[in-house]
């Protein structure tokens, strides 16, 4: 069966440093997301990217985010300058529509670290 | 603004015997409501879906929901729990008439399942 991969599944990085956070969604999906879950917090919504564009973003998803889908597989989040509140695990999605009905295919997540 | 409560952040019960997790929806629109699980150090699975069809919405692993209008209620059931049960259970809505399908989720429940 067809899954969502993320890489790594554990970053560790110092304050201030650009961390990339790679994902592979399903290959016929369409719509992709990222979400993020802080330690002990719901599971949040940042963005979601449809058409190489960027659909709708949370308020969490400011200038140091970004999001790319850089070839025909990858989808890439990216922050610039890391901060300690960055600390997370960082889920991808993908969904072969942005139907309201329609689920999303979550990968394992990636646990991102910043000392 | 649409939202889901967990009224339980956690549940205890013993292999063989009934589960219920309990989830309040708000929602101005019919809305779209899921449930996913999330086991130790994996991802999120899709564990059944509510989208306006049948009121009573059977998932896998034996899982059902039963989606009440008039109580705004969506709460999962089990009738016998298995040792794997236990995992973090999050109850979802998805907003309708939103730019894309961005999934807005409940604090969880964790399920303990004593032997």
């Known amino acids: 069966e067809p899954e969502v991969t993320q890489t790594p599944s554990h970053q560790v990085t110092q304050m201030g440093q650009e961390v990339i956070l790679r994902c592979v969604p399903i290959?016929?999906?369409?719509?992709f997301y990222w979400y993020r879950q802080i330690l002990g917090q719901k599971v949040e919504f940042l963005v979601s990217?449809?058409?190489?564009?960027?659909?709708?973003k949370s308020e969490i998803f400011d200038d140091q985010f970004s999001v790319e889908r850089p070839d025909g597989s990858n989808f890439t989040l990216k922050i610039r300058s890391t901060k300690l509140e960055d600390s997370a695990m960082y889920f991808c999605?993908?969904?072969?529509?942005?139907?309201?009905?329609?689920?999303?295919?979550f990968g394992p997540g990636t646990r991102l670290t910043v000392t | 603004a649409q939202s889901v409560t967990q009224l339980d952040s956690h549940v205890s019960v013993s292999e063989g015997t009934p589960v219920l997790l309990r989830c309040n929806y708000s929602?101005?629109?019919?809305?779209?409501l899921f449930w996913y699980v999330q086991h130790p150090n994996k991802g999120l699975q899709l564990l059944l879906k509510?989208?306006?069809?049948?009121?009573l919405v059977k998932g896998i692993n034996g899982f059902e929901a039963e989606f009440k209008k008039s109580e705004t209620s969506f709460h999962l059931t089990k009738p016998s729990a298995h040792m794997s049960d236990a995992a973090e259970y999050f109850c979802?809505?998805?907003?309708?008439?939103?730019?894309?399908?961005?999934?807005?989720f409940g604090t969880g429940t964790l399920l303990a399942v004593q032997p």
């Open positions: 999605a993908s969904s072969p529509t942005g139907l309201s009905s329609y689920e999303q295919y």
């Open positions: 290959s016929n999906h369409l719509y």
């Open positions: 990217f449809y058409n190489n564009e960027i659909s709708e």
């Open positions: 929602s101005s629109y019919s809305p779209s």
């Open positions: 509510y989208t306006s069809a049948a009121t």
């Open positions: 979802v809505v998805s907003p309708y008439g939103g730019a894309t399908n961005k999934l807005i």
